[in-house]
C-alpha cells in the first residue's frame, strides 16, 4: 500500500523517559512533516524536512530532535519526556512547495505519566 | 504572526441539509487555502483547496469560496451524509517551499440522522 506509516501507534511512557517515533512515506514525496496535535485538536506543525533538510523549526524544544535518514524516513525523538508533551503525534509527506497535498500518517498517540 | 480563524467549533445539521464552516486568515500572502477532514483515529484528509486566483471551486457535494480583500473562505457542503461527521480543518499557505501550513482551530460536525 501506498502510504505515510508511523510506528507505535500507541506511545505509554513514564515522565523523564526517551522515546522515539518512527515514520516512512513510499509516496516518492521529498518533504516530510511532524505535526502535534492537542487535546483540543489543534494541529500545529512541529518540523518540515525537504530532501533530508530541516527547513522548518517551529521554536520547539530542543528535548525534541527530527532525524532524516533518507528522503522517506523521517523520525522524531524526544528525550526527558514531560507531562505536556502527551498529544497525538502526526507525520506528514508532500512535493515540494507549501501549496501541495499533505499525506498524513495515522497518528502516534503519546501518554506521558 | 499568521492566524487562521475557524467559525464554529462545533455544528449539528439534519441528515440531507447544508453544513458551512467559515475561517478567516491574517496573512495576506497566502495563496493557497486547503480544507482537511479528520476522522476518528484518523490522520487529517485534504478534500478540497483553492488557489488564490480563483473565487470558488466546487467537487460533487463541497464548494469552497474564497474572498481575497476580505481575507475570507468558506466550506460549503450541500445534501450532507452521516459520512460527513468528522473533524475539519481549514488551513492557509504561502505556498513556496519554505512556507508552512497554519491550520485553523477545527469544527465538529455531526450529521443527525
Known amino acids: 500500500d501506498t502510504a505515510v506509516s508511523q510506528t507505535p501507534k500507541y506511545l505509554v511512557t513514564q515522565m523523564g523517559n526517551d522515546k522515539s517515533i518512527k515514520c516512512e512515506q513510499n509516496?516518492?514525496?521529498?518533504?516530510m512533516y511532524w505535526y502535534k496535535q492537542d487535546s483540543k485538536k489543534f494541529l500545529k506543525i512541529m518540523f518540515s524536512?525537504?530532501?533530508?533538510?530541516?527547513?522548518i523549526n517551529e521554536t520547539v524544544p530542543n528535548r525534541f530532535s527530527p532525524k532524516s535518514p533518507d528522503k522517506a524516513h523521517l523520525n522524531l525523538h524526544i528525550n526527558s519526556l514531560e507531562l505536556g508533551d502527551s498529544a497525538v503525534y502526526f507525520c506528514?509527506?508532500?512535493?515540494?512547495?507549501?501549496?501541495?497535498?499533505?499525506?498524513f500518517g495515522p497518528g502516534t498517540r503519546l501518554t506521558v505519566l | 504572526g499568521e492566524n487562521v480563524e475557524q467559525h464554529p467549533s462545533t455544528l449539528s445539521v439534519q441528515e440531507g441539509d447544508s453544513a458551512v464552516i467559515k475561517c478567516t486568515y491574517s496573512?495576506?500572502?497566502?495563496?493557497?487555502f486547503p480544507w482537511y477532514k479528520q476522522e476518528l483515529g484518523k490522520g487529517p484528509q485534504l478534500i478540497i483547496d483553492?488557489?488564490?486566483?480563483?473565487g470558488e471551486k466546487k467537487d460533487q457535494r463541497i464548494a469552497v469560496t474564497l474572498n481575497k480583500t476580505a481575507k475570507h473562505f468558506s466550506l460549503h457542503i450541500t445534501e450532507t451524509q452521516p459520512e460527513d461527521s468528522a473533524v475539519y480543518f481549514c488551513?492557509?499557505?504561502?505556498?513556496?517551499?519554505?512556507?508552512?501550513?497554519?491550520f485553523g482551530s477545527g469544527t465538529r460536525l455531526s450529521i443527525r440522522p
Open positions: 509516496l516518492g514525496h521529498d518533504t
Open positions: 496573512d495576506s500572502a497566502s495563496n493557497y
Open positions: 506528514a509527506s508532500s512535493l515540494s512547495g507549501g501549496n501541495n497535498e499533505q499525506f
Open positions: 524536512y525537504n530532501n533530508k533538510e530541516l527547513i
Open positions: 483553492i488557489r488564490s486566483n480563483v
Open positions: 488551513a492557509a499557505s504561502r505556498g513556496s517551499s519554505a512556507s508552512k501550513i497554519i
